[in-house]
């Protein structure tokens, strides 16, 4: 059986969030959702969620999943409201506690924060597998954009995160903490070399070059032949080369600091504090 997916596109994070499901009033999982945030007055909206939740609705889909490729550093993610909304369980890779430790000493998040993956319903490992009613999921781990990245298959379409982009945009960068170029590599090989040519994938986000319309599916076929950072005849010696050279070129994402403090909690904003706002930490000179 193949999968039912529908595409929302973010066009202030560049993200693409899916909701997939096995067919109308059946089951779906929402993947990689977006809350929106204003970093100028620090406000959150719920615009980008409420079209997923609209959308389910519409189906009659009873939500069984709210997945997450990776701790994102780019938007803000909106699994908790739509959990709250929709029901579901929050799932990540189950090496996000090292993520957590990580960030949790960069913000001070202190005693209550536990770094062991806690804030998430499940974390999957490489290769589990799960159900979302008559489809089946199967978790590929991917890492290299970060230590935890998974990518998420369903049928002949696997949802694969920050590993690659559409052909002519390449791949991610990875010199976010425990990022990896050379891991990156491999990962994109495990995705390209173990899978056939007419598989589908799908991209976390698009930022086309010139006048190309946003895209974001592509085919194992197309990126094999294709890419400009990693199709075939591309060594691994070469790409750790180009894509630690292009890294020390890019400038740090602008929801970074905001996104990760609420990311590696599953979408929900740190405690409030005793006058019953709450914060968002801007460390000075650390990043």
């Known amino acids: 059986m193949q999968p039912e997916?529908?595409?929302?596109?973010?066009?202030?994070?560049?993200?693409?969030?899916?909701?997939?499901?096995?067919?109308?009033?059946?089951?779906?999982?929402?993947?990689?959702?977006?809350?929106?945030?204003?970093?100028?007055?620090?406000?959150?909206?719920?615009?980008?969620?409420?079209?997923l939740i609209k959308?389910?609705?519409?189906?009659?889909?009873?939500?069984?999943?709210?997945?997450e490729t990776h701790a994102?550093?780019?938007?803000?993610?909106?699994?908790?409201?739509?959990?709250?909304?929709?029901?579901?369980?929050?799932?990540?890779?189950?090496?996000?506690?090292?993520?957590?430790?990580?960030?949790?000493?960069?913000?001070n998040m202190g005693a209550d924060f536990q770094p062991d993956g806690s804030q998430f319903d499940h974390l999957f490992s490489d290769g589990d597998t799960f159900q979302l009613g008559?489809?089946?999921?199967?978790?590929i781990l991917v890492p290299g954009h970060t230590p935890a990245d998974l990518a998420y298959q369903f049928g002949?379409?696997?949802?694969?995160?920050?590993?690659?982009?559409?052909?002519?945009?390449g791949t991610a960068r990875a010199d976010f903490p425990g990022g990896d170029a050379r891991q990156l590599y491999r990962s994109i090989r495990k995705l390209l070399d173990n899978h056939s040519p007419e598989t589908r994938l799908f991209m976390c986000h698009d930022y086309p070059p010139?006048?190309?319309?946003?895209?974001?599916?592509?085919?194992?076929a197309d990126q094999r032949a294709n890419n400009i950072h990693v199709h075939d005849g591309i060594s691994e010696d070469a790409f750790v080369?180009?894509?630690?050279?292009?890294?020390?070129?890019?400038d740090v994402p602008v929801l970074i600091l905001p996104s990760v403090q609420v990311n590696v909690r599953a979408g929900q904003m740190p405690p409030a504090e005793d006058n019953g706002t709450v914060y968002l930490k801007i460390p000075i000179n650390k990043l």
């Open 5 to 51: 997916i529908q595409a929302f596109f973010d066009p202030v994070t560049w993200t693409i969030s899916y909701v997939v499901f096995d067919k109308p009033g059946g089951h779906c999982a929402i993947i990689d959702p977006v809350l929106d945030y204003d970093p100028k007055s620090g406000r959150t909206k719920h615009h980008s969620a409420d079209v």
């Open 241 to 250: 080369a180009m894509r630690t050279a292009r890294d020390a070129t890019l």
């Open 210 to 220: 010139g006048d190309r319309p946003v895209q974001w599916e592509s085919t194992v």
């Open 156 to 169: 002949d379409a696997i949802f694969i995160g920050d590993t690659m982009f559409m052909p002519d945009v």
């Open 72 to 107: 994102h550093a780019d938007h803000l993610s909106s699994a908790h409201y739509l959990r709250q909304e929709l029901g579901g369980k929050t799932a990540i890779g189950s090496l996000i506690p090292g993520v957590q430790q990580v960030f949790k000493k960069l913000f």
């Open 134 to 139: 008559e489809l089946e999921g199967k978790v």
């Open 55 to 67: 959308y389910v609705r519409s189906k009659g889909l009873t939500t069984d999943w709210i997945l």
